[in-house]
């Protein structure tokens, strides 16, 4: 029994030491739960502290954006405004530079005006006075009205309209001879819408370069064209063959030199342009070559153009006339074909007349005389130095 006391006294101890151990555990714990809480309340203070800086954040972000876009605002108010300054400006330049070249426009007017003036005056000298020789610029010869037996000087004026196209520079002018019996010359009343025409060439002044009729502009003595192109490509000037639509431009009626009658297309905007039978084309001498000054040779077409190519007649100038030639001997050829691989020997086509024998006493018939504007200037004043002596 005794035994049994004391077991249960140590029981009885042992259990009450655990609940004093128990006790200073809940102790402890419920010290780490006030210590845990506080540190919640700490965290939740400094969380409720960064949402109050985040949102001061986002607030001053939102007025750093506004007013960031009331800068860029601004600046492009600004921009705006400038660029109406610049368009305002550029406008202004624009009409300033406009009045300056209707200024300039008329004054060349004016001048042009002048000059034809002077030259009206001039075109009546009298044949049986010196030699007179032409003014001519350059890639370009005048055809106007003049009198029978008369000498006449004939001066290009290669100008456009504004409102039409720009104006070409003025060329250097060059001499030329006049015709001894026929009149080479156009009018305004030559040309008409559709025609094809050829105009001279810059490089050597001669008639190669073609351009169709669009508009006459009778009241200014200007022609509207359009320039044809010619398809193959080639160091040397091209005169025949196939030809496509170019550039348009409007050209003084003076430019040009005379009427494609023949041409063929076969389709709207492209041209074929080929030495017709009875026509007098210039040859480039020692064509393969491809340098200048170019040579000629001058021939009459006596075939149409077949698988063979065309059959071609030398000419060699008369002693004592200007232009005046008759079928000869080149190099003891009279006659010969230009293959159709040789094309590009055919230079340009020379205006003629053929004499019928009843111009002046002396005057042979049958043979051809060539617009001096289609030769070139060397051969002319050779003959002219045959003719003083």
Same mark, same amino acid.
């Given at each position: 029994?005794?035994?049994?006391?004391?077991?249960?006294?140590?029981? %009885?101890?042992?259990?009450?030491?655990?609940?004093?151990?128990?006790?200073?555990?809940?102790?402890?714990?419920?010290?780490?739960?006030?210590?845990?809480?506080?540190?919640?309340?700490?965290?939740?203070? @400094?969380?409720?502290?960064?949402?109050?800086?985040?949102?001061?954040?986002?607030?001053?972000?939102?007025?750093?954006?506004? @007013?960031?876009?009331?800068?860029?605002?601004?600046?492009?108010?600004?921009?705006?405004?400038?660029?109406?300054?610049?368009?305002?400006?550029?406008?202004?330049?624009?009409?300033?530079?406009?009045?300056?070249?209707?200024?300039?426009?008329?004054?060349?007017?004016?001048?042009?005006?002048?000059?034809? %003036?002077?030259?009206?005056?001039?075109?009546?000298? %009298?044949?049986?006075?010196? *030699?007179?020789?032409?003014?001519?610029?350059?890639?370009?010869?005048?055809?106007?009205?003049?009198?029978?037996?008369?000498?006449?000087?004939?001066?290009?004026?290669?100008?456009?309209?504004?409102?039409?196209?720009?104006?070409?520079?003025?060329?250097?002018?060059?001499?030329?001879?006049?015709?001894?019996?026929?009149?080479?010359?156009?009018?305004?009343?030559?040309? %008409?819408? +559709?025609?094809?025409?050829?105009?001279?060439?810059?490089?050597?002044?001669?008639?190669?370069?073609?351009?169709?009729?669009?508009?006459?502009?009778?009241?200014?003595?200007?022609?509207?064209?359009?320039?044809?192109?010619?398809?193959?490509?080639?160091?040397?000037?091209?005169?025949?063959?196939?030809? @496509?639509?170019?550039?348009?431009?409007?050209?003084?009626?003076?430019?040009?030199?005379?009427?494609?009658?023949?041409?063929?297309?076969?389709?709207?905007?492209?041209?074929?342009?080929?030495?017709?039978?009875?026509?007098?084309?210039?040859?480039?001498?020692?064509?393969? !070559? !491809?340098?200048?000054?170019?040579?000629?040779?001058?021939? !009459?077409?006596?075939?149409?153009?077949?698988?063979?190519?065309? +059959?071609?007649?030398?000419?060699?100038?008369?002693?004592?006339?200007?232009?005046?030639?008759?079928?000869?001997?080149?190099?003891?050829?009279?006659?010969?074909?230009?293959?159709?691989?040789?094309?590009?020997?055919? *230079?340009?086509?020379?205006?003629?007349?053929?004499?019928?024998?009843?111009?002046?006493?002396?005057?042979?018939?049958?043979?051809?005389?060539?617009?001096?504007?289609?030769?070139?200037?060397?051969?002319?004043?050779?003959?002219?130095?045959?003719?003083?002596?």
């Amino acid at each position: 029994m005794e035994k049994r006391e004391e077991e249960f006294q140590l029981k %009885s101890k042992g259990v009450e030491v655990k609940r004093k151990e128990l006790e200073l555990k809940e102790k402890e714990l419920e010290s780490r739960e006030k210590e845990r809480s506080l540190l919640d309340e700490t965290i939740k203070e @400094k969380t409720n502290d960064l949402e109050e800086r985040e949102e001061q954040f986002q607030l001053k972000a939102k007025d750093v954006e506004l @007013k960031e876009k009331e800068l860029e605002s601004r600046e492009k108010r600004e921009e705006q405004f400038q660029l109406r300054q610049d368009s305002e400006a550029k406008e202004i330049e624009a009409k300033m530079r406009s009045l300056e070249l209707k200024e300039k426009e008329l004054e060349r007017k004016e001048k042009e005006f002048e000059e034809l %003036s002077k030259q009206t005056e001039s075109r009546k000298r %009298s044949r049986d006075g010196p *030699s007179v020789k032409r003014l001519k610029s350059i890639g370009e010869h005048s055809h106007e009205d003049r009198e029978k037996e008369t000498d006449l000087d004939c001066v290009i004026l290669d100008s456009t309209d504004d409102d039409e196209a720009d104006d070409d520079e003025d060329p250097e002018p060059y001499n030329c001879l006049d015709a001894d019996f026929n009149n080479f010359n156009n009018t305004m009343s030559s040309f %008409s819408v +559709g025609q094809v025409w050829a105009l001279y060439d810059p490089l050597d002044h001669m008639p190669r370069l073609y351009a169709k009729i669009k508009k006459v502009l009778e009241l200014k003595m200007r022609v509207e064209v359009t320039w044809l192109e010619a398809k193959q490509k080639s160091p040397i000037p091209i005169a025949c063959g196939e030809f @496509k639509n170019g550039e348009r431009t409007v050209k003084s009626h003076l430019t040009f030199s005379h009427l494609m009658v023949d041409h063929t297309g076969k389709k709207k905007s492209i041209i074929t342009i080929n030495p017709r039978k009875g026509e007098t084309w210039a040859l480039f001498r020692d064509w393969k !070559q !491809q340098k200048r000054p170019y040579g000629y040779d001058f021939v !009459q077409v006596v075939s149409e153009l077949d698988s063979g190519g065309i +059959g071609v007649a030398y000419l060699g100038r008369v002693e004592g006339f200007t232009s005046v030639y008759e079928l000869a001997e080149q190099n003891g050829v009279l006659q010969m074909m230009v293959r159709c691989d040789e094309m590009l020997r055919f *230079s340009h086509r020379v205006p003629s007349f053929v004499l019928t024998g009843d111009e002046k006493k002396g005057v042979p018939a049958g043979f051809f005389e060539l617009d001096p504007a289609a030769i070139p200037r060397d051969y002319l004043e050779a003959s002219e130095v045959k003719q003083e002596e």
